[in-house]
Protein backbone atom coordinates (compact mmCIF):
# COMPACT_ATOMS: atom_id res chain seq x y z
CA UNK A 1 0.00 0.00 0.00
CA UNK A 2 1.59 3.58 -0.81
CA UNK A 3 1.88 6.26 1.35
CA UNK A 4 -0.87 8.51 1.36
CA UNK A 5 -0.27 12.17 -0.32
CA UNK A 6 0.94 14.96 2.10
CA UNK A 7 -1.78 17.18 3.67
CA UNK A 8 -2.58 20.26 2.81
CA UNK A 9 -3.17 23.38 5.63
CA UNK A 10 -6.94 22.76 6.26
CA UNK A 11 -6.31 19.07 6.10
CA UNK A 12 -3.40 19.29 9.28
CA UNK A 13 -6.24 21.27 10.94
CA UNK A 14 -8.95 19.13 10.32
CA UNK A 15 -7.25 15.75 11.43
CA UNK A 16 -6.27 17.85 14.32
CA UNK A 17 -9.48 18.98 15.09
CA UNK A 18 -10.81 15.45 14.92
CA UNK A 19 -7.97 13.73 17.14
CA UNK A 20 -9.39 16.60 19.68
CA UNK A 21 -13.08 15.29 19.40
CA UNK A 22 -11.81 11.62 19.70
CA UNK A 23 -12.53 10.47 16.39
CA UNK A 24 -11.92 7.08 16.93
CA UNK A 25 -9.87 6.34 13.04
CA UNK A 26 -7.87 10.05 13.33
CA UNK A 27 -5.11 7.97 15.39
CA UNK A 28 -4.68 5.27 12.89
CA UNK A 29 -4.73 8.53 9.80
CA UNK A 30 -2.43 10.06 11.24
CA UNK A 31 0.29 7.19 11.62
CA UNK A 32 -0.59 6.25 8.30
CA UNK A 33 0.36 10.05 7.28
CA UNK A 34 3.31 11.08 8.91
CA UNK A 35 4.85 8.11 10.63
CA UNK A 36 7.26 7.45 7.63
CA UNK A 37 7.63 10.79 6.48
CA UNK A 38 9.09 11.47 10.47
CA UNK A 39 11.48 8.48 9.72
CA UNK A 40 13.12 9.66 6.80
CA UNK A 41 13.25 13.35 8.19
CA UNK A 42 14.80 11.62 11.48
CA UNK A 43 17.51 9.74 9.20
CA UNK A 44 18.08 12.53 6.90
CA UNK A 45 19.00 15.16 9.57
CA UNK A 46 21.20 12.64 11.89
CA UNK A 47 24.08 10.32 12.27
CA UNK A 48 23.45 7.22 10.11
CA UNK A 49 25.11 5.47 13.07
CA UNK A 50 22.33 5.27 14.42
CA UNK A 51 20.21 2.44 14.74
CA UNK A 52 17.19 1.98 12.78
CA UNK A 53 14.82 0.91 15.68
CA UNK A 54 15.53 3.77 17.53
CA UNK A 55 14.73 6.30 14.77
CA UNK A 56 11.42 4.44 14.74
CA UNK A 57 10.77 4.64 17.85
CA UNK A 58 10.95 8.17 18.45
CA UNK A 59 8.59 8.83 15.25
CA UNK A 60 6.11 6.41 16.72
CA UNK A 61 6.48 7.86 20.49
CA UNK A 62 5.78 11.56 18.69
CA UNK A 63 2.98 10.39 16.98
CA UNK A 64 1.57 8.28 20.12
CA UNK A 65 2.29 11.90 22.44
CA UNK A 66 -0.02 13.88 20.19
CA UNK A 67 -2.74 11.08 20.01
CA UNK A 68 -3.08 10.78 23.68
CA UNK A 69 -2.55 14.78 24.27
CA UNK A 70 -3.60 16.21 20.80
CA UNK A 71 -4.31 19.84 22.66
CA UNK A 72 -0.55 19.89 23.69
CA UNK A 73 -0.72 20.98 19.42
CA UNK A 74 -2.31 24.42 19.64
CA UNK A 75 -2.72 25.60 15.86
CA UNK A 76 -2.44 29.36 16.75
CA UNK A 77 0.84 29.20 18.29
CA UNK A 78 1.93 27.64 15.55
CA UNK A 79 3.16 28.93 12.24
CA UNK A 80 4.30 28.41 9.05
CA UNK A 81 2.43 26.55 6.10
CA UNK A 82 2.41 23.25 7.96
CA UNK A 83 2.51 23.62 11.33
CA UNK A 84 1.12 20.27 12.54
CA UNK A 85 4.27 18.56 10.35
CA UNK A 86 6.39 20.63 11.96
CA UNK A 87 5.47 20.26 15.50
CA UNK A 88 5.76 16.97 15.14
CA UNK A 89 9.45 16.56 13.49
CA UNK A 90 10.28 18.80 16.57
CA UNK A 91 8.46 16.42 18.60
CA UNK A 92 10.40 13.32 17.01
CA UNK A 93 13.62 14.62 17.18
CA UNK A 94 13.20 15.27 21.08
CA UNK A 95 12.28 11.92 21.55
CA UNK A 96 15.07 10.60 19.84
CA UNK A 97 17.67 12.69 21.81
CA UNK A 98 16.00 11.33 25.26
CA UNK A 99 16.32 7.09 23.42
CA UNK A 100 19.91 8.00 22.51
CA UNK A 101 20.47 9.61 26.20
CA UNK A 102 18.63 6.36 27.96
CA UNK A 103 21.31 4.19 26.12
CA UNK A 104 23.93 6.56 26.62
CA UNK A 105 23.04 5.68 30.54
CA UNK A 106 22.25 2.14 30.39
CA UNK A 107 25.51 1.60 28.67
CA UNK A 108 27.65 3.49 31.48
CA UNK A 109 26.00 1.36 34.13
CA UNK A 110 26.21 -1.96 32.22
CA UNK A 111 30.34 -1.40 32.03
CA UNK A 112 30.64 -0.45 35.13
CA UNK A 113 30.98 -3.41 36.73
CA UNK A 114 33.47 -4.90 34.47
CA UNK A 115 35.60 -2.20 33.63
CA UNK A 116 38.84 -1.59 35.43
CA UNK A 117 38.16 1.12 37.62
CA UNK A 118 40.36 4.62 36.22
CA UNK A 119 40.51 5.53 40.06
CA UNK A 120 42.32 2.77 41.23
CA UNK A 121 45.25 3.87 38.64
CA UNK A 122 45.24 7.14 40.66
CA UNK A 123 45.77 5.24 43.63
CA UNK A 124 48.40 3.88 42.62
CA UNK A 125 50.10 6.36 40.74
CA UNK A 126 49.31 5.44 37.39
CA UNK A 127 51.62 7.97 35.76
CA UNK A 128 54.73 7.00 37.72
CA UNK A 129 54.04 3.18 37.28
CA UNK A 130 52.14 1.92 33.67
CA UNK A 131 53.69 -1.16 34.01
CA UNK A 132 51.51 -1.86 37.42
CA UNK A 133 48.56 -0.42 35.54
CA UNK A 134 48.79 -3.31 32.54
CA UNK A 135 49.17 -5.82 35.01
CA UNK A 136 46.23 -4.76 37.02
CA UNK A 137 44.47 -4.87 33.48
CA UNK A 138 45.48 -8.19 32.63
CA UNK A 139 44.24 -9.37 35.95
CA UNK A 140 40.96 -7.96 35.71
CA UNK A 141 40.54 -9.58 32.30
CA UNK A 142 41.47 -12.71 33.49
CA UNK A 143 39.18 -11.90 36.53
CA UNK A 144 36.31 -11.76 33.80
CA UNK A 145 37.03 -14.32 31.86
CA UNK A 146 36.75 -17.02 34.69
CA UNK A 147 33.84 -15.23 36.20
CA UNK A 148 31.96 -15.32 32.81
CA UNK A 149 33.32 -19.16 32.30
CA UNK A 150 31.33 -19.77 36.12
CA UNK A 151 28.64 -17.86 34.78
CA UNK A 152 28.39 -19.41 31.32
CA UNK A 153 28.40 -22.89 32.71
CA UNK A 154 24.49 -24.95 32.03
CA UNK A 155 23.22 -22.27 30.30
CA UNK A 156 21.16 -23.14 27.28
CA UNK A 157 21.90 -22.34 23.88
CA UNK A 158 19.77 -19.48 23.88
CA UNK A 159 20.80 -18.42 27.70
CA UNK A 160 24.45 -17.89 26.29
CA UNK A 161 23.97 -16.05 23.17
CA UNK A 162 21.24 -13.68 25.51
CA UNK A 163 24.75 -13.65 27.62
CA UNK A 164 26.74 -12.42 25.06
CA UNK A 165 23.76 -9.99 23.70
CA UNK A 166 23.93 -8.41 27.46
CA UNK A 167 28.15 -8.31 27.66
CA UNK A 168 28.05 -6.67 23.85
CA UNK A 169 25.01 -3.87 25.23
CA UNK A 170 21.98 -4.66 23.30
CA UNK A 171 18.76 -3.38 24.27
CA UNK A 172 15.93 -4.37 21.82
CA UNK A 173 13.96 -6.66 23.33
CA UNK A 174 13.30 -8.32 19.74
CA UNK A 175 16.31 -9.33 19.69
CA UNK A 176 16.69 -11.32 22.63
CA UNK A 177 13.39 -12.79 21.93
CA UNK A 178 15.03 -14.13 18.54
CA UNK A 179 17.70 -15.96 20.37
CA UNK A 180 15.49 -17.29 22.43
CA UNK A 181 13.41 -18.37 19.64
CA UNK A 182 10.40 -16.89 21.06
CA UNK A 183 10.08 -14.09 18.28
CA UNK A 184 6.77 -15.31 17.05
CA UNK A 185 5.09 -14.46 20.69
CA UNK A 186 2.98 -11.61 21.36
CA UNK A 187 5.73 -8.33 22.12
CA UNK A 188 4.29 -8.74 26.10
CA UNK A 189 5.02 -11.95 26.15
CA UNK A 190 8.56 -11.61 24.75
CA UNK A 191 9.22 -8.96 27.19
CA UNK A 192 8.42 -11.14 30.08
CA UNK A 193 10.17 -14.12 28.89
CA UNK A 194 13.31 -12.07 27.99
CA UNK A 195 13.36 -10.06 30.99
CA UNK A 196 13.37 -13.53 33.51
CA UNK A 197 15.90 -14.75 31.22
CA UNK A 198 18.14 -11.95 32.12
CA UNK A 199 17.22 -11.50 35.58
CA UNK A 200 18.77 -15.09 36.49
CA UNK A 201 21.90 -14.35 34.14
CA UNK A 202 22.52 -10.69 36.72
CA UNK A 203 21.83 -13.08 39.57
CA UNK A 204 24.42 -15.24 38.47
CA UNK A 205 26.96 -12.57 37.46
CA UNK A 206 26.18 -10.52 40.85
CA UNK A 207 26.78 -13.91 42.87
CA UNK A 208 30.57 -14.72 41.09
CA UNK A 209 31.58 -11.22 40.82
CA UNK A 210 30.66 -10.89 44.50
CA UNK A 211 31.09 -13.83 45.86
CA UNK B 1 3.69 1.00 4.39
CA UNK B 2 4.08 -2.41 5.94
CA UNK B 3 6.97 -2.14 8.18
CA UNK B 4 6.91 0.92 9.91
CA UNK B 5 3.39 0.68 10.72
CA UNK B 6 2.95 -2.68 11.50
CA UNK B 7 5.73 -2.10 14.14
CA UNK B 8 4.15 0.47 15.93
CA UNK B 9 0.66 -0.80 16.21
CA UNK B 10 2.58 -3.83 17.85
CA UNK B 11 4.63 -1.80 20.14
CA UNK B 12 1.31 -0.55 20.95
CA UNK B 13 -0.51 -4.13 21.43
CA UNK B 14 -0.61 -3.95 25.12
CA UNK B 15 -2.12 0.05 25.10
CA UNK B 16 -5.60 -0.01 26.30
CA UNK B 17 -5.94 2.99 24.15
CA UNK B 18 -5.77 1.62 21.32
CA UNK B 19 -8.16 -0.62 18.98
CA UNK B 20 -5.20 -3.54 18.29
CA UNK B 21 -4.84 -4.38 22.54
CA UNK B 22 -8.64 -5.75 22.35
CA UNK B 23 -7.92 -7.15 19.17
CA UNK B 24 -5.12 -8.85 19.93
CA UNK B 25 -6.74 -10.43 23.28
CA UNK B 26 -9.34 -11.53 21.16
CA UNK B 27 -7.19 -12.88 18.68
CA UNK B 28 -5.54 -14.80 21.00
CA UNK B 29 -8.69 -15.96 23.74
CA UNK B 30 -10.18 -17.12 20.32
CA UNK B 31 -7.08 -18.69 19.09
CA UNK B 32 -7.51 -16.89 15.47
CA UNK B 33 -4.48 -16.52 13.00
CA UNK B 34 -4.01 -12.39 11.40
CA UNK B 35 -5.59 -14.42 8.13
CA UNK B 36 -8.78 -15.84 9.78
CA UNK B 37 -9.22 -12.35 11.80
CA UNK B 38 -9.26 -10.43 8.65
CA UNK B 39 -11.54 -13.49 6.97
CA UNK B 40 -13.85 -12.96 9.95
CA UNK B 41 -13.78 -8.66 9.87
CA UNK B 42 -14.28 -9.10 5.86
CA UNK B 43 -11.59 -7.22 4.78
CA UNK B 44 -7.69 -7.65 3.57
CA UNK B 45 -5.01 -8.48 6.48
CA UNK B 46 -3.19 -5.40 5.42
CA UNK B 47 -6.23 -3.40 6.85
CA UNK B 48 -5.27 -4.73 9.97
CA UNK B 49 -2.77 -2.73 10.86
CA UNK B 50 -4.71 0.41 10.13
CA UNK B 51 -7.23 -0.91 12.47
CA UNK B 52 -5.02 -1.89 15.21
CA UNK B 53 -3.81 1.65 15.30
CA UNK B 54 -7.42 3.12 16.02
CA UNK B 55 -8.88 4.32 19.53
CA UNK B 56 -9.86 1.89 21.01
CA UNK B 57 -13.99 2.49 21.11
CA UNK B 58 -14.93 4.29 24.47
CA UNK B 59 -16.78 1.39 26.71
CA UNK B 60 -20.05 3.91 27.38
CA UNK B 61 -23.29 2.68 25.43
CA UNK B 62 -24.09 5.46 22.83
CA UNK B 63 -20.20 6.49 21.95
CA UNK B 64 -19.51 2.42 21.42
CA UNK B 65 -21.80 2.22 19.27
CA UNK B 66 -20.51 5.55 17.54
CA UNK B 67 -16.84 4.34 17.65
CA UNK B 68 -17.65 0.85 16.29
CA UNK B 69 -19.79 2.12 13.40
CA UNK B 70 -17.25 5.16 12.50
CA UNK B 71 -14.21 2.46 12.24
CA UNK B 72 -16.18 -0.21 10.18
CA UNK B 73 -17.20 2.24 7.61
CA UNK B 74 -13.82 4.05 7.37
CA UNK B 75 -12.44 0.70 6.90
CA UNK B 76 -15.03 -1.35 5.53
CA UNK B 77 -15.08 -4.48 8.24
CA UNK B 78 -18.24 -6.11 9.49
CA UNK B 79 -19.52 -4.07 12.61
CA UNK B 80 -21.28 -6.92 14.50
CA UNK B 81 -17.65 -8.72 14.33
CA UNK B 82 -15.93 -5.89 14.99
CA UNK B 83 -18.29 -5.37 18.05
CA UNK B 84 -17.97 -8.83 19.55
CA UNK B 85 -14.25 -8.38 19.33
CA UNK B 86 -13.75 -5.59 21.35
CA UNK B 87 -16.10 -6.19 23.85
CA UNK B 88 -14.32 -9.75 24.21
CA UNK B 89 -10.98 -8.28 24.37
CA UNK B 90 -12.07 -5.30 26.52
CA UNK B 91 -13.60 -7.69 29.06
CA UNK B 92 -10.78 -9.74 28.68
CA UNK B 93 -8.50 -6.97 29.84
CA UNK B 94 -10.62 -5.92 32.82
CA UNK B 95 -10.95 -9.44 34.20
CA UNK B 96 -6.59 -9.04 33.85
CA UNK B 97 -7.06 -5.75 35.59
CA UNK B 98 -8.92 -7.13 38.46
CA UNK B 99 -11.82 -4.79 38.03
CA UNK B 100 -15.32 -5.90 37.06
CA UNK B 101 -16.28 -4.77 33.62
CA UNK B 102 -19.13 -2.41 32.72
CA UNK B 103 -22.62 -3.31 31.74
CA UNK B 104 -23.52 -5.31 28.63
CA UNK B 105 -20.31 -6.92 27.97
CA UNK B 106 -19.50 -10.34 26.74
CA UNK B 107 -18.36 -12.79 29.49
CA UNK B 108 -14.59 -13.42 28.26
CA UNK B 109 -13.48 -16.95 26.75
CA UNK B 110 -10.83 -18.89 28.99
CA UNK B 111 -7.68 -17.24 27.66
CA UNK B 112 -5.03 -19.23 27.48
CA UNK B 113 -2.13 -17.98 26.27
CA UNK B 114 1.17 -20.83 25.48
CA UNK B 115 3.51 -20.67 28.13
CA UNK B 116 7.62 -20.91 27.41
CA UNK B 117 8.43 -22.16 30.86
CA UNK B 118 12.07 -21.44 31.91
CA UNK B 119 13.84 -22.89 35.18
CA UNK B 120 14.69 -20.72 37.79
CA UNK B 121 18.25 -20.15 38.29
CA UNK B 122 19.09 -21.53 42.14
Given at each position: MASPAPLSLDEELDLHRRLVDGDAVAPAQLAEVYLDRLIDFLKGTNDKSIPREFIADAAGDALVSLIK?????DPGRNSGELPLWAYLKMAAKRDLQNILSKEQRRKKKSLKNVELSEEAGKYLGADKEPAMILQLKEEAEKAEREILTAVRQGLSAGELQVLDLMLQGERKTAVFAEALGIADLPPSEQEALVQRVKNKLNKRLERRTHG | MAEPLENLARRLEDDPFFLGCALRLYTTSARLSEQELAERLGCPVQTLVLLRLCRAPKPEGRQFQKDIARIADTYQVHADVLTDAVRRGQAIWHLRQGTASGAGSLLAARDSDGDVNLEEDR
Open positions: KPASF | -
